[in-house]
């Protein structure tokens, strides 16, 4: 534009745009250069705006808190009238968190949305466009869904145990505090536990790409082993029920020492090294396939 242009507009009342305050912004990176924290910030606003994640942790906490106080209220009314065997393993903490067994399937099956609704999609490949790096991209969800199942496992164990203890106090039956040691560990644990199954779930997901056949691989490998373990012969059943990475983990939540299982910390470890068993195998297979 020539001065005697601007000049000309100048003098027919059209005054000159008012500087806007600089910004600082990142400069966005270029394609094929995109860092793990700009793959965080992706998949933190993917798993953030997912309209299931919502649903999925209030739905969860809602049915732990009211089975704590079902269970709490029947086991606490049942005490009375137990044997002194039945007393001798009543087990208050795994009373009021027996619903970490729906909250595993809920935020495995969350897990493995993550990854299951790009393939669905097809977003995978825009994302993959944009973070070449395969890797990156897997490991920036695993810490995406950390930051949001952790403190959700929290949530749900706290609050189940609270009002599960609640019940068993209200029936005078025995009940502990929340700075027991063995309530510190099964809250605790409980998080711990949740959050392994949500990797759980998004290592399935990945290998198999499907949120179907994720959902069914959940149930089968979370309750419906766990339910027919006792009834497979043996030294076979006896396997199972101890190693079985869930049930080996579940004992994270319980009071009762059974001495044909595994100990709670042990249980854990055996269902945190299935879990990095798991993800290991998906790197491998997200590296190697075609999106």
Known sequence: MSGSTADT??????????????????????????TFRHALRAEWIKIRTMRSTGYVILGTLAFCMGLASLNGTSAGGDYATMTA??????????????????????????????????????TIVSTLTAVPHRARVL?????????????????????????????????????LGLSDPQALRGVLGGGLYLTLAALFGLAIGTVIRSTTATATTLFGAM?????????????????????????????????????????PWSGLAVMAGCVAALLTAAFIVFRRRDA
């Open 9 to 34: 507009r100048t003098a027919m009342g059209h005054e000159p745009a008012p500087d806007r305050p600089r910004t600082h912004r990142t400069p966005p990176a270029p394609a094929g250069r995109a």
């Open 85 to 122: 065997a039945d007393r001798a393993t009543f087990d208050p903490l795994a009373t009021s968190l027996r619903g970490y067994l729906l909250a595993q399937i809920a935020l495995g099956l969350l897990g493995g949305l993550i990854i299951t609704s790009e393939y669905g999609a097809r």
């Open 139 to 175: 490991a920036a969800k695993a810490a995406a869904l950390i930051a949001v199942a952790l403190p959700a496992g929290l949530l749900v164990s706290l609050s189940g145990f609270l009002v599960g203890q609640a019940a068993l106090a209200g029936a005078d039956a025995p009940h």
């Open 223 to 263: 309750l419906i082993v766990q339910a027919f373990a006792p009834a497979l012969p043996g030294a076979v059943g006896d396997g199972v029920s101890k190693y079985w990475p869930p049930i080996a983990g579940g004992q994270i939540i319980t009071g009762y020492r059974d001495p044909a299982l595994l100990a």
